[in-house]
T-cell receptor, first 113, second 113 residues
């Protein structure tokens, strides 16, 4: 099992550009999430999904879009990048059925200039 | 709203010591509590998951305890090694889905050789 994979590992964008952060998992988990991690702020939930075709907003959703067409993939789209979106982004998947154990990808470090 | 606090924020100890990291949470109605390790520039690695009905979990030199009624968990590391140096994060799952996780800000641990 590869677990949770994310691409790219690093990305530099100019203000106003758009891009998609890729996330995939091979554990057949229904639940997937996107977090951002900033110094002093901890991990904050951006968007999450409870299954293919179902997504919802987390704590800090503004400026981001998600979709879930398959169980495996959960891409995060930045619509018009802003310097405030400079952060480390983590994708996670979680077991269901009452256990709720979360598994994280290696992260994408994004810089917006 | 669930709040998770980790004390201390940073800790530096000589190799070989036994140590305790603390995690407290404000709402005792939880599904589980998960301890993670994060190395610099890396993702989160799950160390231990304690279900709400359990009092403790052990993995090698690590032991995590949970006292739900008092809103506390401890992570005990025995015979610390320089390779244990990392940031340790505590996460509490309060809700029933992918949006129910609340993270502490972590304890940055340095083990001096």
């Amino acid at each position: 099992n590869a677990g949770v994979t994310q691409t790219p590992k690093f990305q530099v964008l100019k203000t106003g550009q758009s891009m998609t952060l890729q996330c995939a998992q091979d554990m057949n988990h229904e639940y997937m999430s996107w977090y951002r991690q900033d110094p002093g702020m901890g991990l904050r939930l951006i968007h999450y999904s409870v299954g293919a075709g179902i997504t919802d907003q987390g704590e800090v959703p503004n400026g981001y879009n998600v979709s879930r067409s398959t169980t495996e993939d959960f891409p995060l789209r930045l619509l018009s990048a802003a310097p405030s979106q400079t952060s480390v982004y983590f994708c996670a998947s979680m077991t269901s059925g009452g256990i709720y154990e979360q598994y994280f990808g290696p992260g994408t470090r994004l810089t917006v200039t | 709203k669930q709040e998770v606090t980790q004390i201390p924020a940073a800790l530096s100890v000589p190799e070989g010591e036994n140590l305790v990291l603390n995690c407290s949470f404000t709402d005792s109605a939880i599904y589980n509590l998960q301890w993670f390790r994060q190395d610099p520039g890396k993702g989160l690695t799950s160390l231990l998951l304690i279900q709400s009905s359990q009092r403790e979990q052990t993995s090698g030199r690590l032991n995590a305890s949970l006292d739900k009624s008092s809103g506390r968990s401890t992570l005990y590391i025995a015979a610390s090694q320089p390779g244990d140096s990392a940031t340790y994060l505590c996460a509490v799952h309060s809700g029933g889905g992918a949006d129910g996780l609340t993270f502490g800000k972590g304890t940055h641990l340095i083990i001096q050789p």
